[in-house]
């Protein structure tokens, strides 16, 4: 047997085997030896960049080569222009200590758009992007819509447009085109367009006045352009009803929709500027501005109608001399107010007393919204498996508040329930307390249970100077849905704007007839709540959810409190747009404040108004209930 090798023997081996593994790792990662080549080439830098085209890029294109140990050091890669037409210097280069191989330089194509650099290492690549920009604007050309003819107050048949092109009449991007109708009494919208990727900007509508027309586009430092057109006089030949016809509505109310039609002319295309007269020929009604102009769609009517006494009512549009259309007459029906079937029960949370003071005040605002509101509502029977309690924390608080309690399955809700909860929150003037509606119909989105909770101190101050009834009518009002489900029914418009508004149609004419100047007003209707000019006493629990103060002053749905604080008609008629049955003739009067410039930022000095500091619940809470009572949906407040 032979024998075993002796320990100095071993150690010799080992040291072979110790040098073997050294010489292997030198002709890999990090050596400067063969490799069996790379495992991947990465972009280190330089990637995604812009520059003018035929100019250089700031940052030379870099990449990290890798075989399966590490980075390769002193391997070679060759960096070559694949698209774009562009150059290089220094293409062919090796990777340095880290492994990072780096282009001299990379200058981009003779043309705007998209140029590419490839580095290959071995048998792998990376595949780099630039963009090559035109130069500024030297000029603009005219692409279309010159020299057109079409009929005085409508679009042109072909819309304007222009290329902005840099000293080598590439297309420049970006470029704002200013438009305006400089001759012959035409409109041009919008007022500016942007160049697009081609460098062209169109105009949207150009509508014609009568004779010769010029339309100038212009752009900073480089020359204007004219179009001509030429407008052949209108004839009007279509008046046509397109809403508000053959509608129903309380006595003394507005209607839902006004009068309103769709001026054509001889060739069948909208007119615009065109006055329609509108005047009551039954039923003893009354209407806004009774003479309206047709719009860039041809769309023509008045501020508002609200119906007389019951009975037929109808109103005439007729249009101006000299046109071919007939005269068209609206249909409508007055009928009496009925008696109310409009409830709400409230019911106390678990721990809340009310003084006969803040009782009083419940009274009275649940019978002041069931004089206003007076259809009954679906009644909803909560399914087997009952709605959950809903809680929400204020600000400051270590614990949720109660808003409602569970609600047991089989429990019927005819129109609205209210769960009041009134406790010790933060003390007098800051956080008043919370109102929301918790759990919608499904049908129709209208609420039929909700919440109202207050802050103890606050309502013993409201109290004692004489405001807490305006203040737990306003809250209520809440409930209903004013201000907090205006975006789920569609009403709440252009709220990243600085000119939010609530679209309905009712609300709408109410607006209008309680201004002394409707036709002046040039902001969206109805103006809503946007905090501007209010500083910090508007917060998130005010904005978008109530009018506008400093259009509205003292009417009772604003943000803020007043001495007086009237539930107008047009608060009321919102409610119809919401979906509710609505008497808005018995609305308290009122008339909006005439500030210096009545617009969309119109301001007065308010007397004392108060902010009531409502706090706005986060997240879900409740949800939506179909006809068998189960929860289809939630909702995020």
Request: charged letters at 10%.
């Amino acid at each position: 047997m032979p024998s075993r090798p002796t320990p100095p023997t071993r150690h010799r081996v080992a040291l072979a085997a110790l040098a073997t593994l050294l010489l292997l790792a030198g002709c890999s990662g990090s050596g400067t030896g063969p490799s069996s080549g790379p495992t991947s080439v990465q972009v280190a830098a330089g990637n995604f960049q812009f520059a003018p085209y035929g100019t250089a890029l700031a940052t030379p294109p870099s990449v990290l080569v890798r075989d399966a140990l590490g980075p390769l050091v002193d391997y070679p890669v060759a960096f070559t222009v694949s698209s774009g037409g562009g150059s290089v210097t220094g293409g062919n280069v090796r990777t340095n200590a880290q492994g990072i191989a780096t282009v001299g330089s990379w200058t981009l194509g003779p043309a705007p758009g998209t140029n590419t650099l490839t580095a290959t290492a071995g048998t792998k690549s990376a595949v780099f992007t630039a963009t090559a920009l035109a130069g500024p604007p030297t000029a603009l050309v005219i692409q279309g819509g010159d020299n057109q003819s079409g009929v005085q107050g409508s679009a042109t048949p072909v819309a304007p447009s222009v290329k902005a092109v840099d000293a080598n009449n590439f297309g420049v991007a970006g470029v704002t085109v200013n438009w305006a109708a400089t001759a012959g009494g035409g409109t041009a919208l919008p007022a500016s367009t942007l160049t697009g990727s081609n460098g062209v900007a169109t105009l949207t509508t150009w509508v014609l006045g009568a004779g010769q027309n010029t339309l100038t586009a212009s752009a900073t430092g480089v020359a204007s352009v004219n179009f001509s057109a030429t407008g052949v006089p209108l004839v009007v030949t279509t008046l046509s009803k397109t809403a508000g016809d053959n509608l129903s509505g309380f006595a003394g109310n507005f209607s839902a929709v006004p009068p309103t039609v769709t001026v054509l002319n001889q060739f069948g295309q909208a007119a615009s500027g065109v006055p329609i007269t509108f005047q009551v020929t039954s039923g003893s009604g009354t209407l806004v501005t009774a003479t309206a102009t047709s719009d860039l769609t041809g769309v023509a009517k008045p501020q508002a109608w609200r119906y007389g006494p019951a009975g037929s009512q109808a109103v005439s549009a007729t249009p101006p001399a000299g046109s071919v259309a007939a005269p068209v007459s609206f249909q409508g029906t007055a009928t009496s107010v009925p008696a109310s079937q409009f409830s709400i029960e409230l019911r106390l949370n678990s721990g809340t007393t009310l003084t006969p003071a803040v009782q009083a005040a419940f009274d009275a605002a649940v019978a002041r919204w069931s004089q206003v509101v007076v259809g009954a509502l679906t009644p909803v029977t909560v399914s087997a498996g009952g709605l959950a309690s809903q809680s929400f924390t204020f600000p400051g608080q270590s614990s949720p508040s109660l808003c409602t309690p569970a609600i047991s399955g089989g429990d019927n809700i005819t129109n609205v329930r209210i769960y009041v909860s009134v406790g010790p929150l933060d003390g007098v003037g800051k956080v008043l307390g919370a109102a929301t509606p918790v759990w919608l119909r499904s049908t129709g989105n209208l609420p039929f249970v909700g919440c109202m909770i207050f802050d103890s101190a606050d309502l013993t101050n409201l109290a004692a100077n004489g405001t807490l009834n305006a203040v737990i009518l306003h809250e209520m009002g809440h409930v209903l849905g004013i201000g907090t489900i205006w975006s789920d029914q569609g009403l709440l418009r252009d709220t990243v704007t600085n000119d939010p508004w609530f679209k309905g149609n009712s609300a709408g004419q109410a607006f209008f007839a309680a201004s002394a100047s409707p036709a002046t007003f040039a902001g969206n209707v109805v103006p809503v709540e946007n905090c501007v000019g209010l500083g910090s006493t508007c917060g998130p629990g005010t904005i978008y959810s109530h009018w506008r103060e400093l259009t509205f002053g003292d009417e009772l749905m604003t943000g803020y409190i007043n001495a007086l604080n009237p539930l107008s008609a047009i608060t009321a008629a919102s409610l119809r747009d919401l979906g509710y049955v609505v008497n808005d003739a018995v609305s308290d009067a009122y008339s909006l404040p005439i500030p210096p410039a009545f617009g969309p930022s119109a301001a007065f000095v308010r007397a004392s108004g108060t902010a009531l500091g409502e706090f706005r619940p986060a997240g879900p809470l409740g949800g939506r209930v179909d006809a068998s009572g189960r929860v289809t949906e939630p909702i995020v407040r």
